[in-house]
């Protein structure tokens, strides 16, 4: 208990979560045993990140600062609008499938969150959209990307728990997909009550052709990534890392928007970002030994078991943590650490360690654009100016939706692992 304490107080005081959990494990090590247990902290915390499939977690960062920069984005925000902006409401719906397109290049939702709050959100207002309202359609479609692979957490799920990530990865384009869907549907039913706009013509076929050319190589991108891990052909290591050289290649020779200078940059901050995530790894891997060595995930599935062991009311109060958690934590560090405590519980019930790291994803991603804490209306809040709370007005609609998608895919096992039982994974 002291162990859990320490930790909410530090979080509370403001400390960053990685440093936090380091102090609570090194507590929570002295209450295992003193200074026999405190020095084995090294070699957890160097075994925490001796994983090979975290390697792809910098490439594919690093895949998509490349990317953003040679305005891969324009191009992919052209293509949606020349399919979808002729809709009442063009703009938002772009918004969501922009989204879709933009998935295989961050795989971040915050990521997403910022970039189009500096340009699709300016565009929507400018063409008479409410801005609170812009920020929430981006809100909603921010967590496609992180759903549909290549998704950071989905790596950090599989390697932790020796879960297939290509299996992940093809269970998650599924339920992004259904949420783009979902969500363009609430754009399509509110847009004439909220008096939305759209363009004045369809863009023609032509015009349709010539604008998917210029974007072809970014839409190649996904297929590298998903076509090369799903195909059995590379590891997603290997994919992020071709990734890496396909964004150069284009950037370079291509369109030559690319020099040394800026690449150094883009190695800068991604390092800053992976560090960010390894610094947590590394230590929530100390609180995951004091977790095992307590036996608190038997603890824990006694507790949940013996208020019911139907599963669906299991899979209803795991999925109800995970939000109300996500909405104060960072969701990788919450992955690290109720992973291995709630994993087992949902053995137990006979779930597929496929389908659940599926809900843990779904569940963490709409954590983040739930109120009033959700870090990606803060970072669209802090990008845009506008109010949080006006923000969160506007989201309920879509937030109730991704719920009905999240609750759909965590009841409907043959659902969510329909994909990679087609390919072979299952």
Request: charged share 10%; hydrophobic share 60%.
């Amino acid at each position: 208990m002291i162990v859990a304490i320490i930790f909410v107080v530090l979080m509370v005081l403001g400390m960053p979560i990685g440093f936090a959990l380091g102090v609570a494990g090194v507590v929570g090590l002295f209450d295992m045993g003193g200074g026999m247990f405190l020095s084995q902290g090294p070699s957890k915390v160097f075994n925490g990140l001796n994983v090979f499939p975290f390697l792809a977690m910098p490439f594919f960062i690093l895949a998509g600062e490349i990317m953003n920069h040679i305005g891969i984005t324009s191009r992919l925000v052209k293509f949606a609008q020349a399919l979808v902006g002729h809709m009442r409401g063009g703009l938002a719906h772009t918004n969501m499938l922009a989204s879709v397109f933009f998935a295989g290049l961050t795989g971040a939702a915050t990521a997403d969150a910022a970039a189009f709050g500096k340009t699709l959100v300016p565009a929507m207002v400018e063409r008479g959209y409410r801005r609170d309202y812009a920020c929430a359609v981006t809100a909603a479609g921010s967590i496609i990307g992180p759903t549909i692979p290549p998704s950071g957490l989905m790596v950090v799920y599989g390697s932790l728990m020796g879960v297939s990530i290509g299996g992940l990865f093809a269970a998650g384009i599924l339920p992004g997909l259904m949420i783009c869907l979902i969500c363009m549907t609430v754009i399509a039913v509110t847009a004439r009550s909220k008096n939305l706009p759209k363009n004045e013509r369809r863009a023609s076929l032509l015009e349709i052709w010539q604008i998917f050319k210029s974007s072809i190589t970014a839409l190649i991108m996904p297929l590298i990534i998903l076509g090369g891990i799903l195909g059995g052909i590379v590891t997603p290591t290997e994919a992020a890392s071709v990734a890496v050289g396909y964004a150069l290649f284009i950037g370079v020779f291509i369109y030559r928007a690319l020099s040394f200078a800026d690449f150094f940059k883009m190695l800068v901050r991604t390092a800053r970002v992976t560090g960010v995530i390894f610094v947590i790894i590394a230590f929530a891997s100390i609180l995951g030994w004091w977790l095992s060595f307590n036996r608190i995930p038997q603890e824990v599935a006694s507790l949940v078991l013996g208020v019911s062991e139907n599963p669906y009311i299991v899979i209803f109060m795991i999925v109800g943590l995970l939000l109300m958690i996500g909405m104060v934590m960072d969701i990788n560090a919450i992955l690290i650490i109720l992973a291995p405590v709630l994993v087992p519980l949902t053995v137990q019930i006979g779930m597929d360690p496929i389908h659940a790291g599926i809900i843990f994803v779904l569940a963490l991603n709409i954590s983040l654009m739930t109120p009033p804490v959700g870090a990606c209306l803060f970072v669209l809040s802090s990008v845009t100016g506008e109010k949080l709370e006006k923000i969160a007005a506007q989201l309920w609609p879509f937030l109730l939706a991704e719920l009905g998608v999240l609750f759909l895919f965590a009841f409907w096992s043959d659902l969510a692992l329909a994909i990679p039982r087609l390919l072979g994974f299952r």
